[in-house]
T-cell receptor
Framework: AQTVTQSQPEMSVQEAETVTLSCTYD???????LFWYKQPPSRQMILVIR????KQQNATENRFSVNFQKAAKSFSLKISDSQLGDAAMYFC?????WGNGGSQGNLIFGKGTKLSVKP | DAMVIQNPRYQVTQFGKPVTLSCSQT?????MYWYQQKSSQAPKLLFH???????NEADTPDNFQSRRPNTSFCFLDIRSPGLGDAAMYLC???????????????FGPGTRLTVT
C-alpha cells in the first residue's frame, strides 16, 4: 500500500521569503500522480500544483514549484515570495494511475503541514 | 462558475438523531467522494461513487450511508450520530472521462457537523 509522509507538522516563513515544504512517499508503482493541496482557515481545499510521475520536468505554477525526485520518492513544494494569503494547511497527496473502477481516483493524503506567514 | 456546493455549511444535531448532509456539483463529474476531516488532520475517505457504483472504504462505520440519486447530487446520511462523529465533512468530485483532468479532485467548502 502507498503511504505519504509529511515530516513537518508546522512551518513558518517571513512574508516575501521562500519556504519549502517536504513530502516523501512510498510506492511500488512506476506511474502515478502527486499533488499539493492547500486548505486555508476557511477550509475549502484547493489544488496548488500537480505532477505526473512520468514527467521529468518539475511542475511550476506562478510562485509555486515542486522538486520531484522520483528515485528518492520525494516531492517538495517551494513557495517563493510568500504572501499572507499563503497561510494554510498544505497536504501532499498521491494518486495511482491504475486501480479498480473508481478507486484509481482515490487520493492518499499526508498528515499536512501548517504554514504560518509572518508580516 | 462550475463548482461543488455543500449544504448546509454548519449543521448541529443531537446525539442519536439522524442527519443528512448534501452535496451538489455543476461540473458533470462522474465520480463523487465523501471525506471526514477532524481538526488538524488529513481528510479521511468514507466512500465514493463511480457513476452509480458505490464504493465503501473498509473502515467506514455502518452508521454512515450515502445516496446518489443522479449525477449532480450526493447525500451523506449519519443514522445515529455520536459525539465522535463531530467533524468537517468534505465532498469532492472528479472525472474519469477522456478529455478531462481526470486526476484532479475538486472539493466543496465542507459542512461542519456539531453533535450535542
Amino acid at each position: 500500500a502507498q503511504t505519504v509522509t509529511q515530516s513537518q507538522p508546522e512551518m513558518s516563513v517571513q512574508e516575501a521569503e521562500t519556504v519549502t515544504l517536504s513530502c516523501t512517499y512510498d510506492t511500488s508503482e512506476s506511474d502515478y500522480y502527486l499533488f499539493w493541496y492547500k486548505q486555508p482557515p476557511s477550509r475549502q481545499m484547493i489544488l496548488v500544483i500537480r505532477q505526473e510521475a512520468y514527467k521529468q520536468q518539475n511542475a511550476t505554477e506562478n510562485r509555486f514549484s515542486v522538486n520531484f525526485q522520483k528515485a528518492a520518492k520525494s516531492f517538495s513544494l517551494k513557495i517563493s515570495d510568500s504572501q499572507l494569503g499563503d497561510a494554510a494547511m498544505y497536504f501532499c497527496a498521491y494518486r495511482s494511475v491504475w486501480g479498480n473502477g473508481g478507486s484509481q481516483g482515490n487520493l492518499i493524503f499526508g498528515k499536512g503541514t501548517k504554514l504560518s506567514v509572518k508580516p | 462558475d462550475a463548482m461543488v456546493i455543500q449544504n448546509p455549511r454548519y449543521q448541529v444535531t443531537q446525539f442519536g438523531k439522524p442527519v443528512t448532509l448534501s452535496c451538489s456539483q455543476t461540473l458533470n463529474h462522474n465520480v463523487m467522494y465523501w471525506y471526514q476531516q477532524k481538526s488538524s488532520q488529513a481528510p479521511k475517505l468514507l466512500f465514493h461513487y463511480y457513476d452509480k457504483d458505490f464504493n465503501n472504504e473498509a473502515d467506514t462505520p455502518d452508521n454512515f450511508q450515502s445516496r446518489r440519486p443522479n449525477t449532480s447530487f450526493c447525500f451523506l446520511d449519519i443514522r445515529s450520530p455520536g459525539l465522535g462523529d463531530a467533524a468537517m465533512y468534505l465532498c469532492a468530485t472528479s472525472s474519469s472521462r477522456q478529455g478531462h483532468s481526470s486526476y484532479e479532485q475538486y472539493f466543496g467548502p465542507g459542512t461542519r457537523l456539531t453533535v450535542t
